[in-house]
């Protein structure tokens, strides 16, 4: 059993495997062993990923948390340690950086003086280590949040209670202090320790998946809303700025006025409710390649925020993306192609994604025009209909997921279900397939008042969540 495992879901069903021993009382030198053995490399995305795949299954959130910090050390031989991504100075991950070593130094001087019986210096450093509120709150208020946008409800739902572990250490090393040397250095041992393995959690992995995911539009969030939290003892360093959205003037016309157009003449308000309702999203990127415009119907597959308008497309893609958005972009521009086509598996649903090359009469370029659908529905219909459906018919679900297809791409179905049910109108529903019967989503959403039935068909569970009339 030596083999290497280097496919990306074998191991992380490989790791889950082993890491359910550790959970089930086996020795963590003989886990550690196991993964040296079975596994021998993996990355920040696979733990993540083998974590919310615990969830999923049922796992209590409060056993992976409890948990987490062996995870942690029995993977680190295997954990792949990357040369820390580049960022310019300023950077909401530059500050956190910047703090995490700030705060390594106070925790080891925190177990320094605590060991040597210095109170009143042992009270200094535990002062300075106090300062890691504004550190924990601008991670779990601005950061999570974007990462919850992609599916990633991991961090947020395991680290965040590790970080009230943290908050707790620190409090007990407060009365400690007022107990004695003795005391004080059982207190400050396990608070330092708690201190340094969530710095080692953010540098190993969630900051480098943080980087691998979010795009630029959200890092600019991020660095606009970080003020409002406070810095934990170092300032941010000038150079970093958001790109500036740039958009030339346009006029703008009461909602009555018409628009002349070839073929036609409409109001604002016609047109505006036009793109609304089209079953397709559609997002324009000018010659410059700044995004110039997007529609804004009611189930967008792809969100997009007001904040990206007259910004560069490179910047509203995640990094692993930009190379994909340069090369359409440039055979556009250069007269290679006129369309570009992809289709994905995206969080359960068929998306259709096309690129258009737009051009004058002339062939000039004048930008790109995307165009996204989802066609899960279309691709199941059959036969012929040529009436309106009969009046009581159930309607198809709004949104099919497949929650086994996401689970193997390290994303848990929990958070994108959840977006979800808020955009269903009275008796519209989702659709989820899987492997196993999601109890807890199932006891989520009829504490929340839906009707949520799951059935088994041909080996697989269905479970179906419709908001009540």
Same mark, same amino acid.
């Given at each position: 059993?030596?083999?290497?495992?280097?496919?990306?879901?074998?191991?992380?069903?490989?790791?889950?495997?082993?890491?359910?021993?550790?959970?089930?009382?086996?020795?963590?030198?003989?886990?550690?062993?196991?993964?040296?053995?079975?596994?021998?490399?993996?990355?920040?995305?696979? /733990?993540?990923?083998?974590?919310?795949?615990?969830?999923?299954?049922?796992?209590?959130?409060?056993?992976?948390?409890?948990?987490?910090?062996?995870?942690?050390?029995?993977?680190?031989?295997?954990?792949?340690?990357?040369?820390?991504?580049?960022?310019?100075?300023? =950077?909401?991950?530059?500050?956190?950086?910047?703090?995490?070593?700030?705060?390594?130094?106070?925790?080891?001087?925190?177990?320094?003086?605590?060991?040597?019986?210095?109170?009143?210096?042992?009270?200094?450093?535990?002062?300075?280590?106090?300062?890691?509120?504004?550190?924990?709150?601008?991670?779990?208020?601005?950061?999570?949040?974007?990462?919850?946008?992609?599916?990633?409800?991991?961090?947020?739902?395991?680290?965040?209670?590790?970080?009230?572990?943290?908050?707790?250490?620190?409090?007990?090393?407060?009365?400690?202090?007022?107990?004695?040397?003795?005391?004080?250095?059982?207190?400050?041992?396990?608070?330092?320790?708690?201190?340094?393995?969530?710095?080692?959690?953010?540098?190993?992995?969630?900051?480098?998946?943080?980087?691998?995911?979010?795009?630029?539009?959200?890092?600019?969030? /991020?660095?606009?809303?970080?003020?409002?939290?406070?810095?934990?003892?170092?300032?941010?360093?000038?150079?970093?700025?958001?790109?500036?959205?740039?958009?030339?003037?346009?006029?703008?016309?009461?909602?009555?006025?018409?628009?002349?157009?070839?073929?036609?003449?409409?109001?604002?308000?016609?047109?505006?409710?036009?793109?609304?309702?089209?079953?397709?999203?559609? &997002?324009?990127?000018?010659?410059?390649?700044?995004?110039?415009?997007?529609?804004?119907?009611?189930?967008?597959?792809?969100?997009?925020?007001?904040?990206?308008?007259?910004?560069?497309?490179?910047?509203? =893609?995640?990094?692993?993306?930009?190379?994909?958005?340069?090369?359409?972009?440039?055979?556009?521009?250069?007269?290679?192609?006129?369309?570009?086509?992809?289709?994905?598996?995206? =969080?359960?649903?068929?998306?259709?994604?096309?690129?258009?090359?737009?051009?004058?009469?002339?062939?000039?370029?004048?930008?790109?025009?995307?165009? &996204?659908?989802?066609?899960?529905?279309?691709?199941?219909?059959?036969?012929?209909?040529?009436?309106?459906?009969?009046?009581?018919?159930?309607?198809?679900?709004?949104?099919?997921?497949?929650?086994?297809?996401?689970?193997? &791409?390290?994303?848990?179905?929990?958070?994108?279900?959840?977006?979800?049910?808020?955009?269903?109108?009275?008796?519209?529903?989702?659709?989820?397939?899987?492997?196993?019967?999601?109890?807890?989503?199932?006891?989520?959403?009829?504490?929340?008042?839906?009707?949520?039935?799951?059935?088994?068909?041909?080996?697989?569970?269905? &479970?179906? /969540?419709?908001?009540?009339?």
């Amino acid at each position: 059993m030596s083999e290497l495992i280097d496919n990306r879901s074998r191991r992380i069903s490989t790791l889950k495997t082993i890491i359910r021993k550790l959970h089930q009382g086996v020795p963590p030198d003989d886990v550690r062993a196991e993964l040296k053995q079975l596994v021998r490399e993996t990355d920040y995305g696979e /733990i993540v990923a083998m974590e919310q795949q615990l969830m999923a299954e049922g796992m209590p959130v409060e056993e992976i948390q409890s948990m987490c910090d062996l995870h942690s050390q029995v993977t680190r031989d295997v954990l792949v340690q990357l040369q820390p991504q580049s960022v310019p100075p300023g =950077h909401p991950v530059d500050t956190f950086r910047r703090e995490n070593a700030a705060l390594r130094e106070s925790a080891a001087k925190l177990r320094r003086e605590a060991a040597a019986g210095n109170l009143m210096a042992c009270r200094a450093a535990w002062n300075e280590l106090m300062d890691i509120e504004k550190h924990y709150q601008r991670k779990e208020n601005a950061l999570f949040s974007c990462l919850e946008r992609h599916g990633m409800t991991g961090p947020s739902k395991v680290m965040w209670a590790k970080d009230d572990e943290v908050r707790e250490k620190l409090k007990a090393v407060a009365r400690a202090l007022n107990e004695g040397p003795e005391a004080a250095l059982a207190a400050a041992q396990s608070a330092a320790d708690a201190v340094t393995e969530m710095i080692y959690k953010e540098e190993n992995i969630l900051l480098p998946m943080a980087l691998s995911t979010l795009t630029e539009e959200e890092w600019a969030e /991020i660095w606009h809303t970080s003020p409002r939290y406070g810095w934990c003892l170092v300032e941010p360093r000038e150079g970093y700025r958001p790109p500036e959205p740039v958009l030339p003037d346009g006029i703008r016309l009461p909602a009555s006025q018409g628009v002349q157009l070839p073929t036609g003449n409409l109001t604002v308000e016609q047109l505006t409710a036009m793109f609304s309702a089209l079953p397709v999203d559609i &997002t324009f990127v000018d010659a410059d390649d700044r995004v110039r415009f997007f529609s804004e119907g009611p189930s967008r597959v792809f969100a997009r925020s007001r904040a990206i308008l007259g910004r560069k497309v490179q910047h509203c =893609h995640p990094p692993k993306s930009v190379d994909v958005v340069d090369q359409i972009v440039s055979s556009f521009r250069e007269g290679r192609k006129d369309v570009a086509e992809f289709w994905i598996d995206f =969080h359960g649903r068929f998306v259709h994604i096309r690129y258009f090359a737009v051009r004058d009469e002339s062939r000039r370029y004048l930008g790109t025009l995307e165009v &996204t659908q989802d066609v899960t529905g279309i691709r199941q219909l059959e036969g012929e209909r040529r009436t309106a459906a009969p009046a009581g018919q159930p309607a198809a679900p709004r949104f099919v997921f497949d929650a086994d297809a996401m689970l193997k &791409t390290g994303e848990h179905p929990l958070g994108k279900v959840q977006a979800c049910s808020s955009q269903l109108a009275p008796g519209e529903s989702i659709l989820i397939r899987s492997s196993f019967r999601p109890a807890p989503l199932i006891a989520m959403f009829e504490s929340q008042g839906f009707d949520v039935q799951c059935v088994e068909r041909e080996g697989r569970n269905e &479970t179906s /969540i419709t908001r009540r009339p």
